[in-house]
């Protein structure tokens, strides 16, 4: 894995991707930060070294290199699902990379559904903590010392000098942006009524199939992390509806505004 993920950082810097300082992993449906980026490079994934074709329709899968404000940024326009059939060690093989390149911070997003009522479909929620429901971890197995320790600590996996700042930015623009629990399941099938209640009695408030496993190796390599869900669907088991995929994406588009306005934000004051 070590020798792979050399490999990859070589291939990268060769290609002019040297310097980054922040890495930003992007959810389902949620594109629109691309758009904040002053690109220099643009690289899709199936022609990087050990890298995983993306499956899912709705992702893009490129690696983005540029600016925003100044800062350099490295972005994933698509990011690995466990669902999809790779590893966990593949899905979270892009941030272990984007560490050898030399990023100090990460941001995240997904799209999520609410199990906790009181957040809405079209508003954020950011990550205080998270319940990983994922039936692999990716430190499982001989660890990579050069990267990290075996037992790495989780007690604060969610930077909060990062997390203060982005609650400020939001009071600041009048977003609305809840605080909470993050469960993550395997997926890709959404939640039965019983599955829902049980997130519900063990204390999560939002559940998506995405985001633990990269937070997993950001704590395990020491870079500070921030996420964000967008609440794209409201998870009631007392009133549950089907729900539509394509109705996500088009609730992801729309939310992803505000969501955008806080990490470009965020990163102007980095």
């Known amino acids: 894995m070590y020798s792979e993920?050399?490999?990859?950082?070589?291939?990268l810097q060769s290609r002019g991707i040297t310097n980054p300082e922040i890495g930003i992993v992007l959810g389902t449906g949620l594109g629109n930060l691309i758009t904040e980026i002053?690109?220099?490079i643009e690289i899709s994934y199936?022609?990087?070294p050990n890298f995983p074709i993306a499956t899912v329709e709705f992702h893009f899968g490129k690696l983005i290199y540029g600016k925003i404000a100044g800062k350099q940024v490295l972005a994933m326009q698509g990011r690995y699902h466990y669902y999809e059939g790779h590893s966990i060690e593949q899905v979270v093989f892009p941030i272990r990379v984007m560490k050898m390149l030399g990023v100090s911070k990460v941001l995240m997003s997904?799209?999520?559904g609410s199990v906790n009522l009181n957040m809405k479909k079209g508003e954020?929620?950011?990550l205080d903590d998270h319940i990983n429901l994922q039936p692999a971890n990716p430190l499982r197995g001989p660890n990579l010392d050069d990267l990290g320790p075996r037992f790495p600590d989780m007690s604060a996996p969610y930077n909060k000098e990062m997390n203060e700042a982005l609650k400020n930015i939001a009071t600041q623009n009048e977003i609305t942006l809840h605080e909470g629990v993050y469960a993550s399941v395997q997926g890709p099938n959404l939640e039965t009524r019983a599955e829902y209640r049980m997130l519900q009695v063990i204390g999560a408030d939002a559940v998506g199939m995405s985001?633990?496993?990269e937070v997993i190796a950001c704590n395990h390599m020491g870079i500070p992390c921030v996420a964000i869900s967008v609440i794209t669907d409201e998870c009631d088991p007392k009133n549950l509806a089907p729900v539509d995929i394509s109705d996500i994406i088009a609730t992801a588009a729309?939310?992803?505004v505000k969501l955008t306005q806080l990490y470009t934000e965020?990163?102007?004051?980095?």
């Open 5 to 11: 993920l050399k490999e990859t950082t070589s291939f």
């Open 38 to 40: 002053e690109i220099e």
């Open 46 to 48: 199936n022609t990087i």
């Open 110 to 112: 997904n799209a999520a």
């Open 124 to 126: 954020l929620m950011l």
């Open 211 to 213: 985001t633990v496993p």
């Open 254 to 256: 729309k939310a992803e």
């Open 266 to 270: 965020l990163i102007k004051n980095m």
